[in-house]
DNA sequence: CTGAAAGCGCTTACAG
DNA sequence: CTGAAAGCGCTTACAG
């Protein structure tokens, strides 16, 4: 990498003048035209890139800045990444917190791959997203150098913001019971994460202690097609099925086409709830629109980069995960 | 901020001493454990965070870093705005690329509020996204320090990546006369870009050389509810509509539901395509699925990339924009 | 076990 | 119109 000095030494005039120059500061300097023609071209051939570190040090800015390393998992679902950096943005903004973001992703339970020591040394802060169990265990134990907080995940080594996942599996199923239903069904993915068993397993506690049958449990690839496909095995197999939970909002789009196909109109006798973990604009006009489950996640970003905070300025602070209310909200596929 | 030589003073040893232990080699430096804990212990209750500039310029990393700025509007749809992300960070990886990507939003409209002189200093590249008209204007009447990209936007200035807007306007319009389409309909939302209106012009260009009508415009919210009011009015007021073009992927999922009340049908006299600018999974799977312009927004992201390296590196390049080609894939909103 | 000193690449007050 | 020098906060080879 070239420097002033070189740039400096090529052109024969000092430091001090290359910097003036390439900081457009020749005309308030009076650096004469041909000077300065000299050295832009000495500095464009050479290839002269600014070492920003250095300006920075120098400026004595930027220490007002602190760099925060977002680890999400590449193949998270765009909208809910989107509504956790929203999140994480409009906090920063409203609380005038002096950080910066940086993101990286990883591929889910290879958290190790992306956390290369040089890049975590390179930042003040980390929140990590979406760990998988393995990815936990790797953080678990190892020793960062830097404060780490857990998007959505438990640990009792690092602080994190988690959504109430009793709720979440409750609500559906005192819905359901509420509404006379008998034939619980629950489509799902393969559990991610821990908080997935905890949902699932309240919804088939909840709804067994309210009268209902044990819940039909139907496993499905992680998009609408898994649900298209799911729902349609369900109701093939299980058509006295009255009432149905999804555990990603995708799955419940994907459930649209088995309705549609099978001439199934709402409200009827069947209906369903999905958890709103995606948040999408169009499940509010679907056909029907979908019951959800809200996941506030702007809420739990904001909490992220409040604990993030803390870590960075107390360190007296307790290891302490902060849980996050939901919120359901009722709509056409499931009424009342 | 507190620095290592404040704590060094404080502690009574030197800023050599002070940066071992810091660092975790007092061990291997042979540190007594009685100072180790003495300086930890004031480090920690003075808040010592260590100067990432002055670490990474004394270290001499991160010299292979370049910081690249990602500007890019606030309410951008979370699908589209993630697909460009993977696409920086794939090509990134795959060519090895020594880029750092830093993300910032913006207000549409509101560019030069987000764009502080300090932050562009502080990067190495920039690369915005979705500029509305007033942000364009701002770009070329100022002039950076740095290089800059743009992201789906014609400049004269700038270099860019844009996608075929001709191509996006005349396909649909092709498929439609082909399939023997009479009545054509645009909803849209209010241009918020030159690109939109090129693609609007050249649909009902074509349309009209093709022998069909000139088709309804129908200006809608940027939002699947928008889409589906405005698919209810013209259906409601002009039911002989035989074909429609949806100007965003989202107004036609908004639209599913005035065909599931209107119990319009797929295949039937009416078909419709979208442009798919989200990219979303659920239009291939929604009933009936959509046929859509696939815009390859990986690829733009990946030119983008590309336009930034060569702009880092090779200072005698020309401004040009590149064009990246998009693909009609039919689906069961219109078949054939 | 600990410290003085050099130096990373830059900017800028000061001097001429 | 231009340059010598100090110094931003840190790390580390060297010396003791």
Redesign the interface.
């Given at each position: 990498?070239v420097t002033i000095k070189e740039i400096a030494r090529e052109a024969n005039v000092s430091p001090t003048t290359v910097s003036l120059i390439l900081?457009?500061k020749s005309k308030e300097r009076k650096i004469s035209a041909d000077t300065e023609q000299r050295v832009l071209q000495i500095a464009?051939?050479m290839?002269y890139?600014?070492?920003?570190?250095?300006?920075?040090?120098k400026k004595n800015?930027?220490?007002?800045?602190?760099?925060i390393l977002i680890l999400w998992v590449?193949d998270s679902r765009?909208?809910t990444?989107?509504?956790f950096?929203?999140g994480l943005?409009s906090t920063i903004e409203e609380e005038k917190l002096p950080f910066?973001?940086?993101?990286q992703?990883y591929k889910g339970g290879s958290l190790q791959h992306a956390m290369k020591n040089?890049l975590v040394?390179?930042?003040?802060g980390i929140i990590v997203c979406n760990a998988a169990e393995s990815d936990l265990e790797f953080l678990d134990s190892n020793n960062f150098?830097r404060p780490l907080v857990l998007y959505n995940r438990y640990s009792k080594k690092y602080p994190g913001v988690v959504m109430d996942d009793r709720s979440i599996g409750t609500i559906p199923a005192e819905v359901f019971a509420s509404h006379g239903k008998k034939k619980p069904a629950l489509i799902t993915t393969l559990p991610a994460f821990n908080g997935m068993n905890i949902r699932q397993n309240l919804f088939a506690y909840t709804c067994l202690s309210r009268g209902m049958g044990e819940p039909l449990v139907y496993y499905s690839d992680s998009?609408?097609?898994g649900?298209?496909e799911a729902t349609t095995r369900l109701l093939d197999e299980h058509p006295e099925t009255d009432c149905i939970l999804y555990m990603r909002e995708?799955l419940a789009?994907?459930a649209?086409?088995t309705f549609?196909?099978k001439n199934i109109r709402f409200p009827g006798s069947l209906e369903f709830i999905t958890i709103g973990d995606a948040g999408?604009?169009?499940s509010?006009?679907?056909?029907p629109s979908l019951s959800i489950i809200f996941l506030p996640l702007e809420k739990v970003a904001s909490e992220c980069i409040r604990l993030m905070n803390h870590q960075?300025?107390d360190?007296?602070h307790e290891i302490t995960s902060c849980v996050v209310p939901v919120a359901y909200i009722p709509r056409e596929s499931s009424p009342g």
């Open positions: 990498m900081n457009n464009r051939r290839g890139l600014p070492n920003l570190q250095a300006v920075s040090l800015t930027s220490r007002f800045s602190y760099r590449a765009a909208q990444m989107m509504r950096f929203q943005e910066e973001v940086l993101l992703s040089e040394l390179s930042c003040h150098q998009c609408p097609k649900g298209y995708d789009l994907g649209l086409r549609g196909e999408l604009p169009i509010e006009t679907s056909y960075l300025h360190f007296e």
